[in-house]
């Protein structure tokens, strides 16, 4: 089984940054895919961002231009940087293996306008 501890959430301005770290253990990296996704109060879940084993990515149309998932396979770690951020992105982010039951615990982004 695939553990996912997420890091680097915090409370930012509008228009600020802030860059999601995803340390992934157990399972091998290289072979999985990986998926930013985020809830926000009284929403539902949805997918953030997506990268598959050979380094494409999928965005949702309202993080594209903003937003950027990568991997390192060196360190077993997904990322998403997260720029000009919006009162709107505010959300717990999590990181996943998609169509798993593995994920993260979450990690909270709060951007003040």
């Known amino acids: 089984q695939v553990q996912l501890v997420e890091s680097g959430g915090g409370l930012v301005q509008a228009g600020g940054s802030l860059r999601l770290s995803c340390a992934v253990s157990g399972g091998i990296f290289s072979r999985n895919a990986f998926g930013w996704y985020r809830q926000a109060p009284g929403k539902q879940r949805e997918l953030v961002a997506v990268i598959n084993i050979a380094g494409s990515t999928n965005y949702a149309d309202s993080v594209k231009g903003r937003f950027t998932i990568s991997r390192d396979n060196a360190k077993n770690t997904v990322y998403l940087q997260m720029n000009s951020l919006k009162p709107e992105d505010t959300a717990v982010y999590y990181c996943?293996?998609?169509?798993?039951?593995?994920w993260g615990q979450g990690t909270q982004v709060t951007v003040s306008s």
């Open positions: 996943a293996v998609p169509f798993t039951s593995d």
